[in-house]
């Protein structure tokens, strides 16, 4: 009897702690530049996400391109991000462009388009690739591809 009782005990808490589904992923928002200097420009940006489950997991960024004006310029890479359990919550996608790299990338059309952004005071930024949820042993990919213009300050 006593068996049976610890059984359904145990059996009582995993079922209830279990992935029900995904966590939601909503959108890629709020990207902006951080900093521009002559060698590097930092951009971020959130990835937001709702989680309905008891229990948090990890996700990863490391595949995610980012674009600026035609020109893939970077990678986001970061740590494993901890997701909390039963919240809303959103993960930091930051990027360091070497702004030698962006020069090296297609020469001419490019500096045709940061002429261009530099006169209409904007820039076309867009992230692209998958973002990887991982808990126990499931695991979910999202795919991400956002674009945005982005306002230059002179």
């Known amino acids: 009897m006593k068996k049976l ?10 079922w209830s702690c279990s ?3 995904p966590p939601v992923f909503i959108k890629v928002d709020d990207i902006k530049v951080l900093s521009y200097k002559n060698d590097t420009i930092r951009l971020q ?8 489950n008891d229990i948090g997991g ?11 004006n035609g020109a893939e310029v970077a990678q986001v890479s970061s740590d494993e991000f901890k997701v909390p359990a039963r919240k ?8 360091v462009v070497p702004a030698k790299k962006v020069f090296e990338n297609n020469k001419q059309n490019f500096l045709e388009g940061l002429l261009n952004s530099l006169l ?3 820039v076309k930024v867009q992230f692209v690739g998958d973002i990887k949820y991982k808990v126990f042993g499931y695991s979910n990919i999202y795919p991400i591809n956002q674009t945005e213009e982005i306002k230059i300050k002179l």
């Open 5 to 14: 009782v610890y059984f359904l005990l145990l059996f009582t808490i995993t």
């Open 19 to 21: 992935v029900k589904k």
């Open 45 to 52: 940006a959130n990835a937001y996400f709702k989680n309905e």
């Open 58 to 68: 990890k996700i990863a960024t490391d595949e995610i391109k980012v674009i600026i």
């Open 88 to 95: 809303n919550f959103f993960v930091p996608l930051k990027v």
């Open 120 to 122: 209409n005071k904007s």
